[in-house]
């Protein structure tokens, strides 16, 4: 079952619309018999010759392995085609936008819930069930000091000051 | 043009922005209607491209009183109100039997038109393949040299692959090389009095076999429909109007700068271009590099009287 087609005018290919274009002049008395299984044969042979040429076109894409399966990376199309509504005017910058374009300032990444444990290697939800923050609090053995919340400059006054107010 | 909506509500505004023209378009909606009078074999054509370009697209049921190539004012209408970039009008009369027009829309204004008489026509019930998946992207293929020469050929070229395209993609699943369209046509002459060839539209859904190469082997199967055009009157497009329609959107490359390099050794080397100085203004004066130091005079005095020493002991 060959693949390969022999072509005396090479086709002309638009692989980001997926069509070819065959410039060859198609036999005419073929074409307007009256018979029509003799047209209609015709007509599939030509077009399964150059689907053929077609399909090993675009096989021969970058290709790019995933779980689904295999995906092509198309191309852009090369002919020109009329768009459907005009190009969209630009419009003009809102106060929020000038502001943090000047600043610098970027739209915040939302980062999800969940976040990346080394220990397990595994993704795990950062609050909530089975959050990460209750770790210290299930975990059966902690070390000396891990649990013990450190105390803020204020809680520290603080509680230096009760202290000497209950040996008083 | 249609009263302007001011949207009272975000699902309002949602639709109104899916509207909006947008940089990169998607697939263009195409409105499936009849005329005045219609044939059975006409309205069945009509049934057989919706099912090709589902889901993009919008199929009426009742007949209207629309004359293409006459009024294009309701047209106009049906396709700002459904926000359609094309249109396919099914009529029926003695003069041009089983008609299809196609119409294409810029800016919910006809841009333009191409009339395609049925002369011989099998559905999709007929064949006994098993239905593509709507929204799938098809192959397209165009045989004949006509669509390369010809003006009305290189018409139904741009129609057929802008209707049938759909949406504009970046990675395809190789299994979506599922079916193609196959349009033919036979040489068209220049002489204007001969008749234009037909054109012949197929439709053929792919089975890629193994073979002994790493490349499938095709084989094709007919699916429907089939459908043998005569080409009748065409509206071909404004110029300007086509010209601001093929318009593309300024893409974003980084400019390279002309005149700077990156030599062999890593040195970014530049050319500059300066106008022409006008010598005689300029002021010598601030130059310390055209002062004459004192041991440069004496030098030239003494070159001087070297000379002339020469020139008297010659005379001699």
């Given at each position: 079952m060959s693949t390969s087609v022999e072509k005396a005018i090479p086709l002309e290919y638009d692989l980001g619309n997926m069509s070819a274009f065959d410039v060859t002049p198609l036999d005419e008395t073929k074409l307007s018999s009256q018979k029509s299984q003799e047209k209609e044969e015709y007509l599939s042979s030509m077009a399964r010759d150059n689907t053929q040429l077609l399909v090993n076109k675009m096989l021969a894409l970058p290709k790019e392995r995933t779980q689904d399966g295999i995906l092509l990376a198309l191309p852009e199309s090369t002919t020109p085609l009329p768009r459907a509504k005009h190009l969209p005017k630009p419009k003009p910058e809102t106060k929020w936008q000038r502001f943090a374009r000047i600043k610098g300032i970027a739209p915040k990444k939302r980062e999800g819930k969940l976040v990346f444990d080394e220990a397990s290697g595994e993704w795990v939800p950062k609050w909530g069930y089975k959050g990460k923050n209750k770790e210290l609090d299930t975990q059966w053995i902690v070390e000396d000091g891990e649990k013990e919340k450190k105390m803020t400059s204020k809680q520290v006054r603080n509680n230096s000051r009760n202290i000497k107010r209950s040996r008083r | 043009?249609?009263?302007?909506?001011?949207?009272?509500?975000?699902?309002?505004?949602?639709?109104?922005?899916?509207?909006?023209?947008?940089?990169?378009?998607?697939?263009?909606?195409?409105?499936?209607?009849?005329?005045?009078?219609?044939?059975?074999?006409?309205?069945?054509?009509?049934?057989?491209?919706?099912?090709?370009?589902?889901?993009?697209?919008?199929?009426?049921?009742?007949?209207?009183?629309?004359?293409?190539?006459?009024?294009?004012?309701?047209?106009?209408?049906?396709?700002?109100?459904?926000?359609?970039?094309?249109?396919?009008?099914?009529?029926?009369?003695?003069?041009?039997?089983?008609?299809?027009?196609?119409?294409?829309?810029?800016?919910?204004?006809?841009?333009?038109?191409?009339?395609?008489?049925?002369?011989?026509?099998?559905?999709?019930?007929?064949?006994?393949?098993?239905?593509?998946?709507?929204?799938?992207?098809?192959?397209?293929?165009?045989?004949?040299?006509?669509?390369?020469?010809?003006?009305?050929?290189?018409?139904?070229?741009?129609?057929?692959?802008?209707?049938?395209?759909?949406?504009?993609?970046?990675?395809?699943?190789?299994?979506?090389?599922?079916?193609?369209?196959?349009?033919?046509?036979?040489?068209?002459?220049?002489?204007?009095?001969?008749?234009?060839?037909?054109?012949?539209?197929?439709?053929?859904?792919?089975?890629?076999?193994?073979?002994?190469?790493?490349?499938?082997r095709v084989e094709l199967e007919e699916m429907g429909p089939r459908l043998d055009f005569s080409i009748r009157r065409v509206q071909a497009a404004q110029a300007d109007v086509l010209g601001e329609a093929l318009k593309k959107p300024k893409t974003q490359e980084p400019k390279t700068k002309k005149n700077v390099d990156v030599d062999l050794v890593g040195n970014k080397v530049g050319r500059v271009h300066v106008d022409q100085q006008d010598l005689s203004n300029l002021q010598t004066r601030k130059m310390k590099g055209l002062k004459r130091s004192a041991a440069e005079e004496e030098e030239e005095e003494e070159e001087s009287e070297v000379e002339d020493e020469d020139v008297v002991s010659d005379v001699e």
């Open positions: - | 043009m249609l009263r302007q909506v001011k949207p009272k509500n975000a699902r309002t505004k949602r639709v109104m922005d899916k509207r909006e023209p947008k940089v990169v378009e998607g697939a263009k909606i195409a409105l499936f209607l009849r005329g005045n009078a219609t044939s059975q074999l006409v309205v069945d054509a009509l049934h057989d491209l919706y099912a090709l370009k589902k889901p993009f697209a919008v199929n009426f049921q009742k007949k209207n009183p629309i004359l293409p190539f006459e009024d294009s004012s309701s047209l106009e209408f049906f396709s700002e109100k459904n926000d359609a970039g094309l249109a396919v009008c099914a009529t029926h009369n003695k003069k041009r039997p089983h008609n299809l027009a196609w119409i294409r829309f810029f800016d919910y204004h006809v841009l333009d038109m191409i009339e395609l008489g049925i002369v011989d026509y099998k559905p999709i019930s007929s064949f006994h393949t098993v239905p593509i998946v709507p929204g799938t992207k098809p192959m397209m293929l165009f045989q004949g040299p006509s669509f390369d020469s010809h003006p009305v050929f290189r018409h139904v070229k741009s129609l057929f692959l802008d209707f049938f395209r759909g949406e504009p993609i970046q990675k395809l699943d190789s299994a979506g090389l599922s079916y193609v369209i196959v349009v033919s046509a036979g040489e068209a002459s220049d002489d204007e009095t001969q008749a234009l060839p037909k054109v012949n539209f197929r439709v053929y859904s792919t089975k890629l076999l193994k073979s002994n190469t790493n490349l499938p």
